[in-house]
Nanobody
């Protein structure tokens, strides 16, 4: 099983980034997918989630209206579009796949928001 995140970078406040998570070696279209993040000294927190068919999404209050999660089941990829980035969005962002009892994590990608 592989979840490979990409797209993390250093960006100025107010900027945008698009994270991607490419999945392989499991049936991606049957898994709910999420993005989590972990800032230094903080617990890992859920940022956004999407159901296996893409029909339902939910977001942390701190990112509502700024972030959008989406998926392409034909491409085995989940995305996180992040707009109006703030310094407090700085964290390592992790891709997460869930179909109980199985859970998979990616290795993370660093997002730094700073001027």
């Amino acid at each position: 099983v592989q979840l490979v995140e990409s797209g993390g970078a250093l960006v100025q406040p107010g900027g945008s980034l698009r994270l991607s998570c490419a999945a392989s070696r499991f049936t991606f279209s049957t898994y709910d997918m999420s993005w989590y993040r972990q800032a230094p000294g903080q617990e890992r927190e859920l940022v956004a989630a999407i159901t296996s068919d893409g029909g339902s999404t939910n977001y942390a209050d701190s990112v509502k209206g700024r972030f959008t999660i989406s998926r392409d089941n034909a491409a085995n990829t989940v995305y996180l579009q992040m707009n109006s980035l703030k310094p407090e969005d700085t964290a390592v962002y992790y891709c997460h796949a869930r179909r109980p009892p199985r859970v998979y994590w990616g290795q993370g990608t660093q997002v730094t928001v700073s001027s």
